[in-house]
């Protein structure tokens, strides 16, 4: 069965830094574009991070331009999140995406992992 699975999340002080990781099984990791979204109490999901499936492309929130970077290991079938400089306003449960490209037989396909807390505080 398709799986993904958060880890990496935790306590972190301001300024610190944090790494991600989702690791995927069940399905062709590499040929799914990836996306890091979060989830503050009272608030609604909002995307952080995406790449491609080849990794060469990337966009991030306005918010975290400059100090998170994503980036996959397609031959580990994980994504990263690299959180550099981090805020008390990070803090929420952050989530992994997995979707394909839109096929004639499937359409898309999307993939949710569980989440993992972060949470930035002095």
């Known amino acids: 069965q398709v799986q993904l699975v958060e880890s990496g999340g935790g306590l972190v002080q301001p300024r610190g830094s944090l790494r991600l990781s989702c690791t995927a099984s069940?399905?062709?990791?590499?040929?799914?574009?990836l996306t890091w979204y979060r989830q503050a109490p009272g608030k609604e999901r909002e995307l952080v991070a995406t790449?491609?499936?080849?990794?060469?492309?990337?966009n991030y929130a306005d918010s975290v331009k400059g100090r998170f970077t994503i980036s996959r290991d397609n031959a580990k079938n994980t994504v990263y999140l690299q959180m550099n400089s981090l805020k008390p306003e990070d803090t929420a449960v952050y989530y992994c995406?997995?979707?394909?490209?839109?096929?004639?037989?499937?359409?898309?396909?999307?993939?949710w992992g569980q989440g993992t807390q972060v949470t930035v505080s002095s």
């Open positions: 995406n997995a979707r394909s490209a839109w096929n004639m037989f499937t359409g898309v396909m999307d993939y």
């Open positions: 069940g399905f062709t990791f590499s040929t799914y574009a």
């Open positions: 790449i491609t499936s080849a990794g060469g492309s990337t």
